[in-house]
């Protein structure tokens, strides 16, 4: 199991919305979106799947990542590997984004 977390920094609440393909034999590929706001100071997880624990592009897990701006804070962009932090804990992968500068 993987675990993808959004960690805010900030002094303000932060929201974005994520997508994820789901695969259904009945219905095909289906795009899902959910959005989320992180309190500040604080973290939560948006996804959690089985992955292979030696993917370099964690990125690629959401289909769609959208941050609403908020006035006064710069943000990380989401679509680039770099930005997810990988750590391990019981041989589990973790990817942590930390959605603020």
């Known amino acids: 199991m993987t675990a993808f977390i959004v960690k805010n920094n900030s002094e ?36 959690q799947t089985y992955f292979k624990k030696d993917s370099e592009n964690p990125q690629k897990w959401f289909s769609k990542f959208d941050i609403s701006p908020e006035e006064g804070i710069e943000m990380n962009d989401p679509n680039l590997s770099e930005n997810w932090k990988k750590s391990s804990k019981d041989n589990v992968p973790t990817y942590t984004f930390t959605i603020n500068k």
């Open 12 to 47: 303000k609440p932060i929201s974005f919305t994520a997508g994820v393909i789901k695969m259904s034999q009945a219905f095909g590929a289906q795009e899902i979106n959910n959005s989320f706001t992180v309190k500040p100071h604080d973290s939560l997880i948006v996804r």
